[in-house]
């Protein structure tokens, strides 16, 4: 009975170090400044983009696009009006030329098929680009802009 309890504690102390080990963390609150969903990566630059009055959407989608994207950015484009409080701003979609916020998808992204949902957020003093393999991906990566 004895030799039972001490393999147990044995274990559970192994189960406790193998968890607790930071090779298994996402990174800190201060790496990733309290993003949600926290990403698994960070590259903080000092890139900053500036509204101006219109803000340009190009979307660069498969031959048939994920209507939930195009939803997702006027969506987003609401919201930023709201917080900037910014009526002049003027959301417009393009098809070509300069835009503010280009959004790039390979194909439309299943949940039930398990596809990918990872993402490329960056941002610079020329606009800023959400890159993703599938419109899952570029659904997720409206949840961070949003949580600032």
């Known amino acids: 009975m004895l030799r039972h309890h001490s393999l147990s504690f044995a274990f559970l102390t192994c189960l406790l170090l193998l968890f607790s080990n930071n090779s298994y963390a996402q990174p800190s609150a201060a790496e990733t400044r309290s993003l949600l969903p926290v990403p698994a990566q960070v590259k903080w630059g000092a890139s900053r983009f500036a509204l101006k009055n219109t803000w340009r959407i190009q979307l660069n ?85 949003v949580s600032c």
């Open 61 to 145: 989608a498969p031959a048939t696009p994920d209507s939930a994207v195009r939803a997702a950015a006027q969506r987003m484009s609401t919201w930023l009006i709201q917080q900037t409080d910014a009526k002049r701003l003027a959301p417009e979609f393009t098809s070509s030329g300069a835009a503010d916020l280009t959004i790039r998808y390979g194909q439309v992204g299943h949940m039930e098929a398990g596809d990918e949902e990872r993402y490329s957020l960056r941002v610079t003093p020329a606009g800023i680009a959400l890159d993703a393999p599938t419109s899952l991906g570029a659904l997720r990566g409206w949840k961070p802009c």
